[in-house]
């Protein structure tokens, strides 16, 4: 389903990608180790019909809630909490600025960041140049 909605495949290849729901867990280890303090969020427009959206916010490891994990390699897959999000059920692909999102559409955006720690800084709506905007 993600692969079709976010045209998910292999440019040369055509293979599917991996893909799944926006890991914050990941993402945030990811900015800490890195020194990253910008988001740059692409294919937006790939959720665009999606009723409802799902974040992973933590990993459950041996009964525990936890919301960091500094590897995955070599390791097996962990159940993840996935709360759900309003989906905005709305086309964004020729919104060009963040406050003519969709209100649903700025508090997931919002929630990424937060999640996060870092700032929503560039925001794409599509493939094309015009479709990536700064916040």
């Not at 990608?17 to 937006?44: K, M, P, S």
């Not at 159940?79 to 999000?85: G, I, M, S, T, V």
């Not at 406050?99 to 996060?116: D, F, G, I, S």
Request: charged fraction near 25%; aromatic fraction near 8%.
């Amino acid at each position: 389903m993600l692969h079709a909605m976010g045209r998910e495949f292999g440019a040369t290849t055509g293979r599917a990608r991996r893909c799944g729901w926006f890991d914050a867990v990941a993402t945030r280890y990811a900015r800490i180790v890195n020194g990253i303090d910008e988001l740059a969020i692409t294919n937006l427009d790939g959720l665009d019909t999606l009723k409802e959206i799902r974040i992973c916010v933590a990993y459950d490891y041996r009964g525990k809630r936890i919301h960091f994990r500094r590897t995955t390699r070599g390791t097996s897959p962990l159940p993840a909490d996935l709360p759900q999000f309003p989906g905005w059920r709305k086309p964004t692909s020729a919104i060009r600025h963040f406050k003519k999102m969709p209100a649903a559409a700025q508090r997931y955006l919002n929630v990424l960041a937060e999640l996060t720690g870092a700032r929503l800084r560039i925001v794409s709506v599509g493939a094309q140049r015009e479709q990536t905007f700064q916040v």
